[in-house]
Nanobody, 119 residues
Framework: QVQLQESGPGLVKPSQTLSLTCTVS??????????WSWIRQPPGKGLEWMGG???????VYVPSLKSRTSIFRDTSKKQFTLQLRSVTPEDTGVYYC???????????WGQGTQVTVSS
């Protein structure tokens, strides 16, 4: 069974770049038709899909974050990374990586990691 684990800093200062890495075990990051996503949940708010990368390497970002967001992968390490630039306290929340198995398949989630943006 696939397992996903987020890693990265728990505290980031405003204006800096947040980098989080999702490490995948028990599966292939390039297998069709997996789609690899980053989702976050600010305190007291709902889940927000941020963007994702397909098994071919194509990326999509939510319009509100597109200008600040990059997602890329390292297939040899079975990792994909989120970069969120110019962070503000509004970016505070729990960040998750997840796998979607095709258009109609199941979601598989990491445990999430808390990120706080504060000076």
């Amino acid at each position: 069974q696939v397992q996903l684990q987020e890693s990265g800093p728990g505290l980031v200062k405003p204006s800096q770049t947040l980098s989080l890495t999702c490490t995948v075990s028990g599966g292939s990051i390039t297998a069709a038709y997996y789609y690899w996503s980053w989702i976050r949940q600010p305190p007291g708010k709902g889940l927000e899909w941020m963007g994702g990368i397909g098994y071919t390497g194509s990326t999509v970002y939510v319009p509100s974050l597109k200008s600040r967001t990059s997602i890329f992968r390292d297939t040899s390490k079975k990792q994909f990374t989120l970069q969120l630039r110019s962070v503000t306290p509004e970016d505070t929340g729990v960040y998750y990586c997840a796998r979607k198995d095709g258009n109609r398949g199941s979601w598989y989630w990491g445990q999430g990691t808390q990120v706080t943006v504060s000076s």
